[in-house]
């Protein structure tokens, strides 16, 4: 009878032994992953995180900072400060808040998006290949001149004198720069002077000779990012949109800007458009007629799955 009970306390104890370690083990492995996220690169207000809590099993997720460099974590309901803290520490920040409210424990995931690692220019219009390219990630300067060439060099009939790089403003992001490049200058004759270096977000814009002053140009998420002829009186930026291939699924349909010359001035001005509102409600109120030169811009939304 004393054998009994004593086997019976030591299989128990056995088993709890093991549960104990096997929760020690699940938790070393889950606190190791975290160990193992970036202790050394601070964060920019430029950088995508990808974000995922293990224990949710949901897919990683991808947040863009605001303005103020701060970012909304689901299922918190209040923004987080992101810039100047490494993953690791952000990671650990987020944890504790989580376990407050919404898990026993949280395993966080916090790592800087492969392409926020090195920033990009797009490149559009009569060029051999156009679209996104990356510049030098070891601090090296990218000219525009280098850039043409990367995409191929110019298409025949290409306008080398007035090249356009659109360039966010350096006070106001809501506003963007127009730089006019003289390619032929630089090309032909050599004028390296002219051959201005490469921020990140530039977009390079190569006309057509003979038909400068009647194009319009159509970035980011779109299906048919490019350089478009206005081949119609009234042509609006919903027709534009439609142009270009529609919206992608990462569109922020109600606020598309539209940054257009100011005539005979070296400043730009802004519009935005709640396109989704016009092409659903078929309100043309806001539906703006483009003009040459006007630069329709679709930003993603803040959050993509």
Request: hydrophobic share 40%; aromatic share 6%.
């Amino acid at each position: 009878m004393g054998k009994s009970v004593y086997s019976k306390f030591a299989c128990a104890a056995i088993w709890f032994v093991s549960v104990v370690t096997l929760l020690g083990q699940s938790m070393e492995r889950s606190f190791s992953r975290m160990d193992l996220l970036d202790k050394t690169r601070e964060i920019t207000s430029e950088d995508r995180l990808r974000y995922q809590v293990l224990e949710e099993q949901s897919p990683a997720v991808i947040l863009n900072s605001d303005s103020e460099g701060q970012i909304r974590f689901p299922p918190l309901m209040e923004s987080i400060p992101v810039t100047g803290k490494t993953c690791y520490d952000l990671a650990r920040e987020l944890k504790a808040l989580l376990e407050v409210d919404f898990f026993y424990r949280a395993t966080v995931i916090v790592e800087v998006a492969e392409s926020s690692f090195r920033e990009h220019v797009t490149v559009f219009g009569e060029v051999q290949r156009r679209g996104r390219m990356l510049l030098a990630g070891d601090g090296s300067i990218t000219t525009i001149s280098q850039a043409i060439a990367q995409m191929g060099g110019f298409l025949p009939g290409a306008n080398l004198k007035e090249v356009t790089v659109v360039r966010k403003n350096a006070d106001n992001p809501e506003k963007e720069d127009r730089i006019t490049v003289n390619m032929d200058e630089i090309v032909n004759e050599g004028n390296v002077a002219l051959d201005i270096p490469l921020q990140g977000d530039d977009v390079i814009i190569v006309g057509r000779q003979e038909e400068m002053g009647g194009r319009y140009s159509v970035l980011g998420a779109v299906n048919s990012p490019g350089l478009y002829i206005i081949e119609e009186e009234e042509l609006t930026v919903s027709d534009a949109i439609l142009l270009a291939g529609g919206f992608t699924e990462v569109a922020r349909e109600s606020r598309v800007k539209l940054t257009r010359q100011i005539e005979d001035s070296d400043e730009s001005e802004t519009f935005y458009i709640n396109v989704k509102r016009v092409l659903e409600d078929g309100d043309r109120r806001e539906d703006m007629l483009i003009k040459p030169d006007d630069i329709i811009n679709v930003s993603e939304k803040i959050i993509v799955f």
